[in-house]
């Protein structure tokens, strides 16, 4: 009976396999034996490139023919010759449908020439924080990938400074004369030749205007959602003239220019408020940063929109009237952001409450009069509510209800930067919520060991943990709780080795650690890690000045799972040499 299982079909092992989820699950299995490793091979559809897995000068392209199913890959830590990987890429085979050259220094333009005449597959395209992007590599984009319907080439890092603020910045964009930078007659292009655009990300692109938009909308027949949040030259009139053009449109997030838009709109027959009468599809609006009034709220309670997610984080211009009537409006609204709103009380928050029984996720971030009230209010009343942000509030101020009702949806918490949470109120969360699976309370000064203890002993799905900053914990309080916990950030917290010892005898699927500045934690803490944490891959001890130097290599050699090692700097060593023997044992030890 015992060796039956070697005779069942590939196709019963893929489906088992195919059960286990997420990628970093399939790794143990992968050991077992070839076949495992070869299924597995075929079952992965990501991929994620770094300098250290990749050897260039050996071709990568037999490499990447071992996975059959791979439609994404990510270059986002890589930083050699990317022309090269992409050639080896479309030497592949593969079937590619999306490609991730996110903090590149700039667009491999000959590997995206040779990547565009083999693959035709390719439907997503991600060019954020580029160092540096033009109007000429967006017609490369356009050239090689006519399919594409999603393009993200938002936030280029060039460095120009303030010059978008300058008086005459309108005058040159309207001209073309910004040299290497997007510009509208870049996106002109752009729009006439990806007839199967659905979505982009334009954000942060200084120099383009509302003529983009313009071109975007009118030009771009399929396209669904505009991202262009912090483009310094779209004014209302652009983001009226976008919604206009296409009535199909399902998704906008801008915030238009805050100096010169009112002026620049009430000379303009187009404003945003008489451009919702064309709107038919729009289900997500997000007017983050902008300067909005109560007419505008009120325009789109009259376009009786399929809204569902609303945006209007730290918006200036509307009243509670104006919020409060849209609300009851759009009562099924799943997700609302209604981040540093200066009016907003607990109070205003109860009447708010009555229209939100719908919502999945609330942002209610730096909003500094919300309490305690605010927090179990919401956590009692919406039962559908899955993730509460309540970073810097006075979350910790009042006592907690004396009648405490669970919430089974609620799994994300971030509440950092709450100087006023105590240990008394973590307790009353952990009662209220105990399904949680991510929870951060970053930098609250006054959580204790015994604090998240209570949520250690009665949220038993935890996997994500941020502790970050927590200098008066100097343990997670209990040796019980977090049997499933992942991810550990607890970098600048009082964390020591007891603590970690504590840890360890029930956390021992941990697969993250951050212990960046944890002065309390040396060889002793970490080898108890390092022996029961046996799928452990990424430790981070940048600063960790008590971290003897015999124990990274100790490390590497005693958890074969160990893929990536920050040591403390001055630990670093020179020696290319000894850095390359790490690798070929399968971790790569950073240089800081």
């Not at 942000?389 to 669970?406: A, F, H, I, V």
């Not at 900053?469 to 309080?477: H, Q, V, Y």
């Amino acid at each position: 009976m015992a060796g039956e299982w070697e005779h069942l079909p590939e196709e019963c092992w893929e489906l088992v396999f195919d059960r286990l989820g997420h990628n970093r699950y399939l790794e143990a299995p992968s050991l077992v034996c070839k076949r495992f490793l070869s299924i597995i091979n075929r079952l992965r559809s990501s991929l994620t490139v770094s300098d250290p897995t990749v050897l260039l000068h050996g071709g990568t392209s037999g490499l990447l023919r071992r996975f059959h199913q791979l439609k994404r890959i990510d270059l986002v830590e890589f930083h050699g010759d990317s022309n090269r990987l992409l050639r080896e890429v479309a030497l592949s085979g593969l079937n590619l449908e999306v490609l991730n050259l996110s903090t590149q220094r700039r667009l491999p333009v000959e590997g995206m020439k040779e990547l565009g005449a083999k693959v035709k597959t390719l439907r997503i395209l991600i060019c954020s924080r580029l160092c540096f992007l033009q109007d000429s590599d967006l017609v490369v984009i356009a050239d090689s990938f006519p399919s594409l319907e999603e393009l993200d080439i938002s936030n280029p890092e060039q460095d120009f400074g303030s010059f978008a603020e300058l008086d005459y910045a309108d005058d040159l964009a309207v001209s073309g004369s910004f040299p290497c930078t997007v510009t509208d007659a870049g996106i002109a292009i752009l729009s006439s030749k990806l007839q199967r655009l659905c979505r982009i990300n334009v954000s942060g692109n200084h120099f383009i205007s509302d003529q983009s938009l313009r071109s975007l909308s009118s030009k771009c027949v399929f396209l669904s959602e505009i991202v262009a949040r912090d483009c310094s030259l779209i004014s209302e009139i652009g983001i009226a003239l976008a919604i206009h053009h296409n009535p199909h449109l399902i998704s906008l997030s801008v915030n238009g220019n805050k100096t010169s838009s009112s002026a620049a709109a009430s000379s303009s027959s187009f404003t945003i408020e008489s451009s919702f009468i064309c709107a038919r599809a729009l289900g997500t609006l997000d007017f983050s940063q902008m300067i909005i009034s109560d007419d505008l709220l009120n325009s789109i309670i009259q376009a009786d929109l399929p809204l569902r997610r609303l945006a209007l984080s730290r918006c200036r211009g509307f009243t509670f009237a104006g919020i409060s009537s849209l609300l009851s409006k759009y009562s099924s609204l799943n997700y609302l952001d209604i981040e540093g709103i200066a009016f907003l009380t607990d109070q205003s928050l109860l009447e708010l409450s009555h229209y939100l029984h719908d919502v999945n996720v609330i942002n209610l971030n730096s909003n500094s009069n919300l309490t305690n009230s605010t927090f179990f209010l919401l956590a009692q009343t919406c039962p559908l509510l899955e993730e509460i942000r309540m970073e810097r509030t006075s979350l910790g101020k009042e006592d907690c209800p004396s009648e405490l009702k669970k919430n089974s949806k609620l799994q994300t918490l971030k509440l950092s930067w709450n100087k006023c949470l105590t240990d008394k109120t973590l307790k009353g969360i952990a009662m209220v919520c105990p399904n949680l699976i991510s929870l951060d309370i970053s930098h609250c000064w006054s959580i204790t060991g015994e604090g998240i203890g209570y949520i250690g002993m009665n949220c038993s799905e935890i996997k994500m943990l941020e502790v970050s900053g927590c200098s008066r914990m100097s343990n997670l309080g209990t040796s019980f709780g977090f049997s499933k916990l992942e991810v550990l950030h607890a970098a600048g917290s009082s964390i020591n080795d007891e603590g970690l010892c504590m840890m360890v005898q029930s956390s021992r699927w941990l697969l993250h650690l951050d212990l960046e500045g944890c002065l309390g934690v040396t060889g002793k803490g970490l080898k108890k890690v390092v022996t029961n944490c046996k799928g452990l891959k990424e430790v981070r001890l940048k600063k960790c000045c008590n971290v003897g130097s015999g124990v990274i290599a100790w490390m590497v050699f005693s958890r074969p799972s160990l893929r990536n090692l920050i040591p403390p700097c001055e630990l670093v060593s020179t020696d290319e040499k000894q850095r390359d023997f790490f690798l070929r044992h399968g971790c790569w030890v950073h240089d800081c």
